[in-house]
């Protein structure tokens, strides 16, 4: 047995010693930088214009609320392209066509930041909202709508003086502009929910336009405007907040859908109700007793009740008062004889 063992424990040495051998050295530990930490998450560490981007910055900026959570809002933008194509046409006596590219959403200070001027900035208001919001007309529709309501010939590009500031005739023709197309926002919004957006002020430095916090979330609605041979660019931004107060609505799937409704189940439900059983207690007498009084009852004790024969007794349910009736006999059973409703009590207005 002793030989034995002796083998067994050599044999096991050997192959220890040998799988020693064979085996891959340790690494020594090592910290990961930014890039390989990116490289595991799966972020692009390089921006469209070739500017590194470290992985938080990426998580911070995709941090965003799609407008497709807000699917109302699509379609009153559609209206507002067929309203703003008749209005336009009798404001300008052109023929207007109006088209909307894709609505985005982005951060309010990324979208200042990238506003291509010379260009005007219209910042309204939403009355019943309390909160603001910003038009931006480029300075090719800037030129265009000028150069129509001056009487310029068809098919001739409007001419662009870059590098001076806009005139007093230029802002005047294109604050014009800015009331009818807030006048068309309006009408899009009136199925939905009643609103007026009302022209502050017109600015031509994105400083002066500053409407919400820079990092605020905010939908950009860009508008395209031709008239035959001249024609922009309107772009509409309203911050998630101003809509806030019309969020339930915007986040409809179509007009006059209504949320936590059911036709059918409020149908069961009303039919079930008048089969539902409550109890009826019948009040015959109220006293207020010291507590004292009441501790001194003891079995055989009486309480005299004063409501006599003939008298008005209440039909309650729970607290709530239902009935006036009198008490009486029928068929060798005590009955009450309902002579009046009661009114019910109203609910306290908040």
């Known amino acids: 047995m002793s030989g034995s063992d002796e083998d067994l424990a050599a044999a096991w040495g050997a192959e220890t010693e040998e799988a020693a051998a064979g085996a891959m050295p340790v690494q020594a530990h090592r910290d990961l930088n930014q890039a390989e930490i990116d490289s595991l998450l799966g972020f692009d560490n390089r921006r469209a214009d070739g500017e590194s981007r470290s992985g938080m910055q990426k998580i911070i900026s995709s941090g965003l609320v799609s407008y497709d959570r807000l699917p109302m809002l699509e379609i009153v933008f559609d209206r507002l392209v067929r309203i703003m194509s008749t209005s336009l046409r009798n404001f300008t006596s052109d023929n207007v066509e ?51 309501l001056l009487g310029g010939r068809r098919g001739t590009a409007a001419m662009r003086i870059e590098g001076r500031p806009y005139t007093t005739i230029e802002r005047t023709l294109v604050e014009r502009m800015i009331q009818v197309v807030l006048a068309d926002l309006t009408a899009s919004f009136d199925p939905l929910c009643p609103v007026t957006f009302r022209f502050e002020r017109l600015e031509v430095n994105p400083r002066f336009a500053a409407v919400s916090r820079l990092s605020n979330a905010a939908v950009l609605v860009p508008l395209r405007i031709e008239m035959e041979d001249r024609g922009g660019r309107l772009e509409l931004l309203l911050p998630y907040a101003t809509l806030e107060p019309v969020r339930e609505l915007l986040l409809q799937q179509f007009m006059g859908e209504k949320f936590g409704r059911d036709s059918i189940w409020e149908t069961h439900l009303a039919e079930e109700l008048w089969n539902t059983d409550i109890d009826l207690a019948v009040v015959l007498d109220e006293q207020v007793m010291r507590l004292s009084d009441v501790l001194a009852l003891q079995p055989g004790s009486r309480i005299l009740l004063g409501c006599g024969p003939g008298a008005s007794v209440q039909l309650r349910c729970g607290a709530t008062p239902l009935y006036e009736g009198k008490v009486g006999r029928r068929k060798n059973r005590i009955a009450v004889r309902i002579d009046r409703d009661l009114p019910r009590p109203q609910p306290m207005e908040r």
Do not use: H, T
Request: zero cysteines.
């Open 98 to 148: 109006v088209s909307i590219d894709d609505i985005a959403s982005l951060r309010f200070g990324d979208y200042l930041n990238s506003i291509p001027l010379p260009a005007m900035l219209a910042v309204f208001k939403a009355e019943e909202w309390d909160n603001y919001g910003l038009m931006v007309v480029d300075s090719a529709m800037i030129y265009s709508i000028v150069d129509v």
